[in-house]
Every structure is written in structure tokens, then in C-alpha cells.
């Protein structure tokens, strides 16, 4: 039985794109689906279509706090996780360091969007040859709740911080 309930998927699915909300559902028919089966060796394949939302969500958050302009949104260049990295946030460009200045709050969420980031993202996609980082069941359902809910938490700091943004 999925540790998500459908009210998480609901409530995330509000500040979501049409085109990521139907990623977000793909995830919600495979969890589905794959109920109660117990021989897969990897379950990352269920998390990989809502990390793909997730990086579509976050540059769409950062047009709307106006930390990326359009260009940079369009372009096939920009890495939100290089510029979302805590480690290089006094670098020339940094995501993180600029919404640790949109408003209260703003660094503790840069702080849950890169955790986010990493677990539900990085560690999904990425190869690691001494450890592939495959998760079981549950840890994918973890690795679904924490994207689900940083989006849920950008959201609602979008919300509350639109007067800040409308000043800049």
C-alpha cells in the first residue's frame, strides 16, 4: 500500500503545468499498477517522471520570482542544479543565493528545492560506480513526497512573497 495519499498529488498538482501535471499522474498510475509487487530491483523509474516536472516546475518558479529571465528559461543551457547548489552560491550566478534574498523564508526553501533536487533528482538520474543508488519501494515513495512537497512549499512562498517579487 503507497505511503502517498492522492491529496499530496492534488495539492502539488496546483502550481504544476498542464504538461508536468500529466507526468505527476504517470507516477500516480505506476505506483498504481505496481502495487504489491516485489521483485524489481530498482524502483528510481517510478520517481524519474516527476523529477522531469520538478526541473520544468523550478524554471517556471524561477521566471516568476524573476531570478531567470525569459532567455535563460528557453534556453537548453541553463542547470538548475548548478545554479541551485548551496556550494556555489557566491558564485557569478547563483539561484540559491538569489532566493535566499527574495524573501523571509527564502533560504530555508532554497535549501528543501536543492535537498529536493538531489535526492529526487540527481540520485535518480545519475550513475554512481562505486554505489548505483538503487532504491527500493518505499524509498521511492520518499523520494515522490519530498519533491511533491517542495513544490507545494515553493508554491505557497510564491503566494505569500508575490508583493517582494512584484518590487523587483
Do not use: C
Not at 25 to 35: A, G, K, P, T, W
Not at 72 to 91: E, I, W
Not at 149 to 162: D, H, R, V
Amino acid at each position: 500500500m503507497s505511503q502517498l495519499s492522492p491529496e499530496i498529488f492534488l495539492e502539488a498538482k496546483k502550481y504544476l503545468s498542464p504538461e508536468a501535471d500529466r507526468l505527476v499522474s504517470d507516477v500516480q498510475i505506476v505506483l498504481e499498477d505496481l502495487e504489491g509487487h516485489t521483485d524489481i530491483s530498482d524502483y528510481s523509474f517510478i520517481v524519474a517522471p516527476l523529477s522531469k516536472a520538478y526541473e520544468g516546475y523550478l524554471k517556471s518558479f524561477f521566471l516568476k520570482l524573476r531570478i531567470i529571465d525569459q532567455y535563460t528559461y528557453d534556453s537548453d543551457r541553463f542547470r538548475v542544479g548548478k545554479t541551485l547548489n548551496p556550494s556555489l552560491r557566491y558564485k557569478r550566478f547563483s539561484v540559491f543565493q538569489r532566493l535566499a534574498e527574495v524573501g523571509e523564508g527564502g533560504e530555508e526553501l532554497a535549501e528543501i528545492l536543492w535537498s529536493a533536487w538531489k535526492h529526487g533528482r540527481n540520485e535518480i538520474f545519475h550513475f554512481f560506480p562505486n554505489d548505483l543508488k538503487n532504491i527500493d519501494r518505499n524509498n521511492a515513495e520518499e523520494r515522490i513526497s519530498l519533491l511533491l512537497n517542495a513544490i507545494i512549499k515553493s508554491g505557497e512562498f510564491l503566494k505569500t512573497n508575490q508583493e517582494n517579487i512584484d518590487l523587483l
